[in-house]
């Protein structure tokens, strides 16, 4: 079955540029998306169509592909903006698949 | 304001069933696909089973699929996942969300917003 690889972890101090990966066959083909996972709260998309963000996510974030890497990049991370991530695509049969998540830690 | 509230989760046994509900407000109801997606305790996001806004097609990730049932009434804002047969490896929150378009074909299409979830535990 098709999957999206992530890094399980990235570690940055505050004010630091957060990159987080997403490794997928069909990514040349597929658009990208990505989520933010607060603890105890439901995801919030951060990012639409690889590089477009949604009205009210900082402008700190912003998305990119490139081949088979999808890549999220905070700029200046915050320590609110740490938690989980999950990029997102879809495989040739249509069905939905979520990256396996990536913690981030800002401190 | 978008909202979805998920509910009737709770503690089922193996080989059991529950159905789960999500209640929209905040927009059109039937113009727009919805979704269920899980998440394990401790574990990441899966998708689940997507309903188009007619409620015509379906569709089902092969974990699921001739288990669970999602269904849809347009006339009540109500969006419905029947789960029957479960498993231990069901247990999960299962989250509602809104998908942007009224179909689900195409990659150009995301889930916003979610709902809180609803936890579903199977155990004997």
């Known amino acids: 079955s098709y999957e999206l690889t992530q890094p399980p972890s990235v570690s940055v101090s505050p004010g630091q540029t957060a990159r987080i990966t997403c490794s997928g066959e069909?990514?040349?083909?597929?658009?990208s998306y990505w989520y933010q996972q607060k603890s105890g709260q439901a995801p919030v998309l951060v990012i639409y169509e690889d590089n477009k963000r949604p009205s009210g996510i900082p402008e700190r974030f912003s998305g990119s592909s490139s081949g088979t890497m999808a890549t999220l990049t905070i700029s200046g991370a915050q320590v609110e903006d740490e938690g989980d991530y999950y990029c997102y695509s879809t495989d040739s049969s249509n069905n939905g698949v979520f990256g396996g998540g990536t913690k981030l830690t800002v401190l | 304001e978008v909202q979805l509230l998920e509910s009737g989760g709770g503690l089922v046994q193996p080989g059991g069933s529950l159905r789960l509900s999500c209640a929209a407000s905040g927009f059109t109801f039937s113009s727009y696909a919805m979704s269920w997606v899980r998440q394990a305790p401790g574990k990441g996001l899966e998708w689940v089973s997507v309903i188009s806004g007619s409620g015509g097609s379906t569709y089902y990730a092969d974990s699921v699929k001739g288990r669970f049932t999602i269904s849809r009434d347009n006339s009540k804002n109500r969006l419905y996942l029947q789960m029957n047969s479960l498993r231990a490896e069901d247990t999960a929150v299962y989250f509602c969300?809104?998908?942007?378009?009224?179909?689900?074909?195409?990659?150009?299409?995301?889930?916003?917003?979610w709902g809180q979830g609803t936890l579903v535990t199977v155990s004997s």
């Open positions: 069909a990514l040349p083909r597929e658009n």
């Open positions: 969300a809104k998908l942007i378009r009224s179909s689900w074909s195409g990659n150009s299409n995301w889930f916003d917003p």
